[in-house]
């Protein structure tokens, strides 16, 4: 898979100490890690101190990628790994201000409820919960990909989902009209 994947290929690079590879991963990957992290921790700070975390678990695994899943999903799973490492004991994160992208328009959900509502919310999901609504709803992972970013079965993240569904549905509901 290496040969063929552009992405596989920069991972190899990286494997082989090359820094401007690193970067390219970086520059390509940075935005959805950094916005997976954001709404993991709950501040800016926080987040950026685990993706700096993560870029050096890349720099020094990236050896181990074996190609049995996509890139994007590799890097994931590191960057949730060190999240849980950095939030392990913490407690859930205050509702920070909504992440904002200067180059993008809000996404659906920020629209539909408002980033402040919804960073809020998630705040309130155990983090097990809250990485599979940001990774499916967020990231735009499918089921199978958020299993082997977070190591456990379909079944799991469907029960996940469905759990941090109806928490949200409650945070709703406790909304003024």
Same mark, same amino acid.
């Given at each position: 898979?290496?040969?063929?994947?552009?992405?596989?290929?920069?991972?190899?690079?990286?494997?082989?100490?090359?820094?401007?590879?690193?970067?390219?991963?970086?520059?390509?990957?940075?935005?959805?890690?950094?916005?997976?992290?954001?709404?993991?921790?709950?501040?800016?700070?926080?987040?950026?101190?685990?993706?700096?975390?993560?870029?050096?678990?890349?720099?020094?695994?990236?050896?181990?990628?074996?190609?049995?899943?996509?890139?994007?999903?590799?890097?994931?799973?590191?960057?949730?790994?060190?999240?849980?490492?950095?939030?392990?004991?913490?407690?859930?994160?205050?509702?920070?201000?909504?992440?904002?992208?200067?180059?993008? #328009?809000?996404?659906?959900?920020?629209?539909? /409820?408002? $980033?402040?509502?919804?960073?809020?919310?998630?705040? *309130? !999901?155990? &983090? @097990?919960?809250?990485?599979?609504?940001?990774?499916?709803?967020?990231?735009? #992972?499918?089921?199978?990909?958020?299993?082997? /970013?977070? $190591?456990?079965?379909?079944?799991?993240?469907?029960? *996940? !989902?469905? &759990? @941090?569904?109806?928490?949200?549905?409650?945070?709703?509901?406790?909304?003024?009209?």
């Amino acid at each position: 898979m290496k040969g063929t994947d552009p992405d596989a290929r920069v991972l190899a690079r990286v494997s082989d100490g090359d820094t401007r590879a690193l970067t390219e991963l970086y520059e390509r990957f940075g935005e959805p890690l950094f916005a997976f992290l954001f709404r993991l921790a709950g501040d800016r700070g926080t987040a950026e101190e685990i993706l700096q975390d993560t870029l050096l678990a890349v720099w020094r695994s990236a050896g181990t990628f074996q190609g049995r899943s996509s890139v994007s999903t590799w890097l994931f799973g590191v960057a949730r790994r060190q999240a849980h490492n950095r939030l392990r004991n913490a407690p859930p994160p205050a509702a920070a201000e909504p992440y904002e992208r200067a180059d993008q #328009l809000p996404g659906p959900e920020e629209l539909a /409820v408002g $980033g402040g509502w919804l960073q809020s919310a998630l705040a *309130r !999901l155990p &983090l @097990a919960q809250r990485e599979v609504v940001v990774l499916h709803f967020v990231e735009d #992972l499918a089921l199978q990909d958020i299993a082997e /970013v977070l $190591g456990i079965p379909v079944g799991t993240v469907k029960s *996940r !989902l469905r &759990l @941090a569904r109806a928490k949200l549905r409650e945070c709703l509901h406790e909304q003024p009209a």
